[in-house]
């Protein structure tokens, strides 16, 4: 068998939408598997929808997810050039083959005359569709002498070229996700493959010749392709190329967190969630949100797409990019679509969260300190992120969840005060204090076992007691192990602390 080879054939129309990356990644995941290759190329044909800055915004999608090109834009090959609009001159050619073998034919109809046909059928109810019963009557070379065809192509009359549909055939494709699906082709249209007013080929065309001309193997891509693969495969027996074909599997839609519909851009704005990888600055001036930015680790991001579609039919979640290369499968991709969970996408960034190595992420935290105005060593910084990342998804809610770690607290927390600053507690916390003042080992373990014995040898409530510490501390009754923010913050502080906790809210 030949080597495994699947491309990722976005257009550069805007920002990537997550489902874009999800075929990229299915993509990646199904090649690494095979030991193959995996290709970016750059459909730009269609120069009205044209971005500038998408493509570049694709190259970095693509990077931060940890998804290596192994062949194509940025990175060139020995198909190059892989931007479509740099293989203008090598599609006329395969048009023309099609014109001659009797696939296709010439068509010159005027826009105008075309939406006349819309307009009139739409009077009658019907929607015209240029096909089998209405090409023979219309502006083509099918009809026209071909001197005439020649008369006109010559004096620069616009054309375009279109696929000649069989009438009434039924083409059998092997999808494999969805397995066999039949399509007559009296359903479907004249498909214009090229167009001289531009002289570029549609998606249509240019697509089916990369492919073949790349060597692709296998095209997985979006459930929104499926209607064109009659097309597709109808192209390959044309061209003659039936035998290198590559085979097909066309994803599931990413659905709304209802489950019903597509998951728009739309929804993520009214949900307060990305729908894109990287934030998108729109030329209108419009910002939209990104995972990136939103401070998601680019693994978890990963890691939930993946299972958006696909499952590994074990209990497992929690998947590393060779994990997933490894239990990958297009067979357990379902057909129907998946529906996109914003809870689940916190949830998985959580659990890389709790997973991170501490140091990595107390380097994360310098930059947010030093906003505050704070100055910390690496060290100090790996070690507040380690008492506090099993409370937080993001990075970006490390100085809320720690900043009494650095700062003492200016305010008490009302409720926290009313609730345990009462009755005997301030005496027992003073009491505390005082045998806290004379120990020197301020190891969370020692000061651990010493406030434990006070408290158990004088039977005094556990809760409350450790609240009102916990408050005289913190300012609120918020945080990790008391005794490790102790040991944090040291001896002087934590006395200096429960003085003005007791000098502020009484004794
Ligand atoms: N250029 C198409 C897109 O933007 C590619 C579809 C395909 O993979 O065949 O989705």
């Known amino acids: 068998m030949s080597k495994v080879r699947v491309r990722f054939a976005p257009s550069p129309t805007g920002p990537l939408h997550i489902g874009g990356v999800r075929t990229a990644l299915y993509n990646y995941l199904f090649a690494r598997q095979a030991g193959g290759d995996f290709i970016l190329r750059i459909e730009d044909t269609d120069s009205q929808r044209f971005v500038p800055g998408a493509e570049e915004y694709i190259l970095e999608s693509l990077k931060w997810c940890g998804i290596k090109v192994d062949e194509g834009v940025g990175v060139g090959g020995p198909h190059a050039p892989y931007r479509q609009s740099e293989r203008k001159d090598i599609y006329l050619h395969y048009a023309l083959q099609l014109v001659e073998s009797g696939n296709a034919y010439y068509a010159f109809d005027s826009a105008e005359s075309l939406n006349e046909l819309r307009t009139a059928a739409e009077k009658v109810g019907e929607t015209f569709a240029y096909n089998y019963k209405v090409r023979g009557q219309l502006e083509t070379s099918l009809r026209l002498p071909a001197e005439e065809v020649r008369a006109r192509i010559d004096r620069g009359d616009q054309w375009v070229i279109r696929f000649m549909m069989p009438e009434?055939?039924?083409?059998?494709?092997?999808?494999?996700?969805?397995?066999?699906?039949?399509?007559?082709?009296?359903?479907?249209?004249?498909?214009?493959?090229?167009?001289?007013?531009?002289?570029?080929?549609?998606?249509?065309?240019?697509?089916?010749?990369?492919?073949?001309?790349?060597?692709?193997?296998?095209?997985?891509?979006?459930?929104?392709?499926?209607?064109?693969?009659?097309?597709?495969?109808?192209?390959?027996?044309?061209?003659?190329?039936?035998?290198?074909?590559?085979?097909?599997?066309?994803?599931?839609?990413?659905?709304?967190?209802?489950?019903?519909?597509?998951?728009?851009?739309?929804?993520?704005?009214?949900?307060?969630?990305?729908?894109?990888?990287?934030?998108?600055?729109?030329?209108?001036?419009?910002?939209?949100?990104?995972?990136?930015?939103?401070?998601?680790?680019?693994?978890?991001?990963?890691?939930?797409?993946?299972?958006?579609?696909?499952?590994?039919?074990?209990?497992?979640?929690?998947?590393?990019?060779?994990?997933?290369?490894?239990?990958?499968?297009?067979?357990?991709?379902?057909?129907?679509?998946?529906?996109?969970?914003?809870?689940?996408?916190?949830?998985?960034?959580?659990?890389?969260?709790?997973?991170?190595?501490?140091?990595?992420?107390?380097?994360?935290?310098?930059?947010?300190?030093?906003k505050h105005g704070i100055t910390a060593d690496l060290a100090t910084a790996t070690k507040a992120a380690s008492m506090i990342k099993s409370r937080a998804t993001f990075v970006k809610e490390f100085w809320d969840l720690s900043d009494f770690l650095f700062v003492a607290p200016a305010a008490y927390d009302e409720k926290a005060t009313a609730k345990y600053w009462k009755n005997e507690n301030p005496a027992r916390v003073a009491q505390l204090r005082e045998l806290l003042a004379g120990i020197d080992d301020f190891s969370a373990a020692n000061t651990n076992t010493i406030v434990h014995d006070l408290i158990t040898a004088n039977e005094w409530p556990m809760g409350q007691v450790m609240n009102s510490f916990r408050l005289a501390v913190v300012g609120a009754s918020k945080g990790p192990d008391m005794f490790q923010i102790c040991e944090f913050i040291g001896k002087n502080e934590t006395l200096a602390r429960i003085d003005k906790a007791l000098d502020t809210l009484g004794r």
């Open 168 to 370: 009434n055939e039924e083409v059998a494709m092997d999808d494999m996700i969805r397995g066999e699906v039949k399509v007559n082709t009296s359903t479907l249209d004249d498909k214009v493959l090229y167009k001289s007013s531009d002289e570029l080929p549609t998606y249509h065309l240019a697509n089916i010749v990369d492919d073949h001309l790349m060597e692709i193997t296998h095209v997985i891509r979006g459930e929104e392709w499926l209607p064109s693969l009659p097309l597709h495969y109808l192209l390959y027996r044309a061209f003659g190329w039936t035998d290198t074909q590559p085979r097909f599997a066309h994803l599931p839609l990413l659905l709304k967190p209802t489950g019903q519909g597509k998951l728009s851009k739309r929804d993520g704005d009214k949900m307060g969630f990305p729908v894109f990888p990287l934030e998108w600055h729109g030329s209108d001036g419009e910002v939209s949100r990104g995972y990136r930015e939103d401070g998601y680790f680019p693994e978890a991001f990963v890691n939930m797409l993946a299972l958006l579609g696909w499952n590994p039919g074990t209990e497992q979640e929690i998947f590393s990019m060779d994990e997933l290369i490894e239990s990958f499968s297009l067979e357990r991709v379902g057909k129907s679509g998946a529906r996109f969970s914003p809870d689940k996408a916190l949830w998985f960034n959580a659990q890389y969260m709790h997973a991170r190595n501490d140091e990595e992420l107390g380097r994360a935290f310098l930059p947010i300190l030093e």
